[in-house]
C-alpha cells in the first residue's frame, strides 16, 4: 500500500478509477433494482414488501463495510503512519454514515408491515443505530481534530475502538432471541430462491462499487483541500 503513499501517484489512479466505479456501479444498481423490483418473483410469505431487501441489504453491508474499512485505515495509520489512510477514513465516514441511515430507514419501513411497528429495540436494530451514532461522532471528532490541526491519531484511535460494535451488529441475531430474521446468506449457502438471489448479489456489488467511487471522490477533496490550506499558510507566513 506504501507504493500509493504519494499523493500525486494517488490522484493519477484515482482519477480515472473514480469515474469508472461510479458508471459501473450505477448500470449494476439500475438493472439490479429493476430486475428485483419489477421482474423477480415476490417472495411467497412477505409478498412484495420483500422486495425492499434490493436497497435494504446491500446498505446494511456497506454501513458494516465502512466501518472495517474505517478501522483498517486507522490501524494503518497508527502502526504504519500511512499518509493516506486518515484521509481514507475520513473519506468512508460520510458514506458509511448515510448507508447506515438507509439500513435503518428501510429496515424499519419493512418492520411497519411486517412486525406491525416502525421500531422494536431488536438486537440487530440497536446495534445498528449505535453504528450510526459512531459515524457521526467519529465525523465530528475528524473535524475537529483537523480544525485544531491534529494529527488524526485520537479520530483513529476511535477507528478502531468502534471496530468492537460490528461483530456485535453481525451476530447480534444468533446471541440474542430478537425480532430480526437471521442471515439468508451464509458459509453453508443461501435459503433465498436463485431468482432473486441473482439480483440481489448484483445490487450489493453495484452499491459497492458506486460506495468506491465516492469515497475515491471524497479523497480527491480532502488531497485538493489540504493543498490549498497549506498553500494559504505559506502566503500568511511570508
Not at 136 to 146: E, P, S, V
Not at 218 to 229: F, N, S, Y
Amino acid at each position: 500500500m506504501h507504493v500509493y503513499a504519494n499523493p500525486a501517484r494517488f490522484l493519477k489512479i484515482a482519477r480515472p478509477l473514480t469515474a469508472w466505479l461510479g458508471w459501473a456501479g450505477g448500470a449494476l444498481i439500475a438493472a439490479a433494482c429493476g430486475y428485483g423490483l419489477f421482474l423477480a418473483p415476490e417472495d411467497y410469505l412477505q409478498g412484495d414488501m420483500a422486495r425492499i431487501m434490493y436497497v435494504h441489504v446491500p446498505a446494511a453491508w456497506l454501513g458494516l463495510g465502512g466501518w472495517v474499512g474505517i478501522a483498517i485505515a486507522s490501524l494503518m495509520q497508527i502502526v504504519w503512519r500511512h499518509p493516506l489512510a486518515g484521509i481514507a477514513a475520513r473519506a468512508i465516514a460520510v458514506p458509511g454514515a448515510l448507508f447506515t441511515a438507509l439500513c435503518l430507514a428501510t429496515g424499519s419501513l419493512w418492520g411497519s408491515r411486517a412486525w406491525g411497528t416502525w421500531w422494536a429495540w431488536d438486537g440487530r436494530m440497536t446495534s445498528m443505530l449505535v453504528l450510526l451514532f459512531l459515524y457521526l461522532a467519529y465525523i465530528a471528532l475528524g473535524q475537529a481534530d483537523h480544525e485544531r490541526g491534529g494529527e488524526g491519531r485520537i479520530t483513529a484511535i476511535f477507528g478502531l475502538v468502534g471496530a468492537v460494535n460490528i461483530p456485535i451488529v453481525k451476530f447480534s441475531v444468533n446471541w440474542w432471541n430478537t425480532l430480526h430474521q437471521k442471515a439468508s446468506i451464509g458459509p453453508r449457502g443461501s435459503s433465498i430462491d436463485e431468482s432473486m438471489l441473482w439480483p440481489l448479489l448484483a445490487a450489493a456489488l453495484g452499491f459497492s462499487l458506486w460506495f468506491g467511487a465516492v469515497v475515491l471522490m471524497r479523497m480527491r477533496t480532502l488531497l485538493a483541500r489540504q493543498k490549498v490550506e497549506a498553500r494559504l499558510r505559506r502566503m500568511a507566513g511570508t
